[in-house]
C-alpha cells in the first residue's frame, strides 16, 4: 500500500486523538464517584429495610401496649365499682366479704397487668429510639449519596465536555487520509487495543516500543517515502518522520 508521506503523518494526529478518547472513556468507567455512589445506595437501601423491619416491629408493639392498656383498665373499672358497692354498705355480710376478697384478687391482677404495660412500654421506648436512630442514619446516607451523585455526574459531564471537544477535529483528519489508508488504520486498531499507528524512531517501533532487528529496519529505510510500513512484531503502522534521522 502507498500514500502519501503527509498523509502518513496525519495518522499519528488521529492516533493521538483516538489514545485521548480511549482514555476518555475508560475514565468515564473508573470515576471513583460510581462506586462510591453504589456502595452508598447499598447501606441506604439497607437501612432503608432496616427502618420498614423496626416500624413493623413497633407497629405490634403499639398494639400490645394498647391491649395492656386496655386490661389494667378493664381491672381499674371493675375496682372501682367494686369498691363502691362496698364502700356503699349494700349487701349481706357475706356478699360484702367477697366483694372485699375479689377486690385482694383484682389488685393483684392489676400489679401483675400494670407490670406487664411497664415491660411492654420500656421495649416500645426501646424500639422509638432505635427508629429515631436510623432515621437520623437514613437521613446521613441519603446525604452522602445525594453528594456522590453530584460529584460523579460533575466528572462524568466534565470528561464528557472533553470528549466532545477532542473528537471535535477527528472527522476532519480522518477525511484527509485515503480510505484504504483509513481502513487499515481500523482494522489494525481493532486488533491491537486501539493503538494502530506509531511512529517509528531509532529503530524502535513506538506500538510495542521493541527495537526491530537489522533486517527489519533495513528494509523500513530503504522503503519508498509513500510506502506503508509495518511493524514485523506488533503488525502496527509505522510513521516515518525526521525525527528518526
Same mark, same amino acid.
Request: one cysteine or more.
Given at each position: ?41 447499598? #447501606?441506604?437501601?439497607? =437501612? ?7 416500624? %413493623?416491629?413497633?407497629? *405490634?408493639?403499639?398494639? &400490645? /401496649? !394498647? ?55 420500656? #421495649?416500645?421506648?426501646? =424500639? ?7 432515621? %437520623?442514619?437514613?437521613? *446521613?446516607?441519603?446525604? &452522602? /449519596? !445525594? ?99
Amino acid at each position: 500500500m502507498k500514500a502519501d508521506p503527509f498523509v502518513q503523518a496525519r495518522l499519528l494526529e488521529l492516533q493521538a486523538l483516538d489514545t485521548r478518547l480511549q482514555q476518555i472513556d475508560h475514565a468515564r468507567t473508573r470515576v471513583p464517584q460510581i462506586a462510591a455512589a453504589q456502595e452508598a445506595l447499598g #447501606r441506604l437501601q439497607q =437501612v432503608a429495610d432496616d427502618v420498614v423491619r423496626v416500624e %413493623t416491629g413497633l407497629s *405490634d408493639i403499639r398494639r &400490645e /401496649v !394498647d391491649r395492656a392498656e386496655s386490661d389494667v383498665q378493664q381491672v381499674r373499672d371493675r375496682t372501682a365499682r367494686n369498691q363502691s358497692r362496698l364502700d356503699s354498705g349494700q349487701g349481706s355480710a357475706k356478699d360484702l366479704q367477697a366483694l372485699q376478697h375479689e377486690l385482694e384478687s383484682l389488685a393483684r391482677r392489676q400489679s401483675e397487668l400494670e407490670d406487664v404495660e411497664i415491660e411492654v412500654m420500656e #421495649r416500645q421506648e426501646s =424500639v422509638e429510639t432505635r427508629l429515631r436512630d436510623l432515621s %437520623t442514619q437514613q437521613a *446521613d446516607v441519603q446525604a &452522602e /449519596v !445525594d453528594q456522590l451523585t453530584a460529584e460523579r455526574d460533575a466528572a462524568l459531564a466534565e470528561l464528557d465536555a472533553e470528549r466532545i471537544e477532542v473528537a471535535g477535529p477527528r472527522d476532519g483528519i480522518a477525511g484527509s487520509i485515503d480510505d484504504d489508508l483509513l481502513a487499515l488504520y481500523e482494522r489494525v486498531r481493532e486488533h491491537s487495543g486501539g493503538l494502530a499507528a506509531a511512529e517509528f524512531k531509532h529503530g524502535r517501533c513506538g506500538g510495542c516500543r521493541l527495537e526491530l532487528n537489522p533486517t527489519d529496519r533495513a528494509v523500513i529505510e530503504r522503503a519508498a517515502s509513500n510506502e506503508v510500513v509495518r511493524c514485523e512484531e506488533c503488525t502496527r503502522i509505522l510513521v516515518r518522520t525526521h525525527s528518526d534521522d
